[in-house]
């Protein structure tokens, strides 16, 4: 049996590498999802990625998951902090979900410190930069039971 899991990532992940180096560090999305591809691939899961910065398509792409993901590992951004659109569209399709920050957000402003996907995620890691998603991935597998 053959296992998907669907990386989404949010509004201005694709300037990583680039957008405040400090935070949220030097690799980019293509770097992060190019090792990703090949852990996946050596652990026989197929994955797919999605960035978006608009909130509507992050809510079609978690549609379209339906029947076709094994489970979902999202890093929503800034929308992860108040997008009722996003946290409704994860409910209704009824994937787990695995939340990704590359930041502590706990270290940072307040209004980051509330995110509406947590309570409905199997878990959450944030706070290790790239190797948050490398984590998330393995998580996502042992959840599996690959």
């Known amino acids: 049996m053959s296992y ?18 400090e935070i ?5 999305l293509d770097g992060i999802n190019n090792e990703l591809k090949a852990y996946a691939e050596k652990r026989g899961a ?17 549609h379209d998951c339906l029947n076709k993901v094994n489970i979902i590992i ?36 307040d209004f980051r410190h509330k995110s509406v996907i947590s309570d409905i995620a199997v878990g959450g890691i944030y706070g290790f930069g790239s190797l948050s998603y490398k984590l998330a ?4 597998l042992d959840f599996l039971k690959i």
């Open 24 to 28: 949220y560090g030097k690799e980019t």
């Open 74 to 109: 999202i890093n929503a951004g800034a929308f992860s902090h108040y997008s009722i659109a996003i946290r409704d569209a994860l409910k209704a399709v009824n994937i787990p979900v695995i939340e990704v920050h590359l930041s502590n957000i706990y270290k940072r402003e």
């Open 137 to 140: 991935l393995e998580a996502a």
């Open 4 to 21: 998907k899991v669907m990386v989404i990532n949010g509004p201005n992940l694709n300037l990583l590498g680039v957008r405040e180096p």
């Open 46 to 62: 197929d994955i797919e990625f999605f960035q978006s910065n608009h909130e509507g398509e992050i809510v079609d792409k978690i």
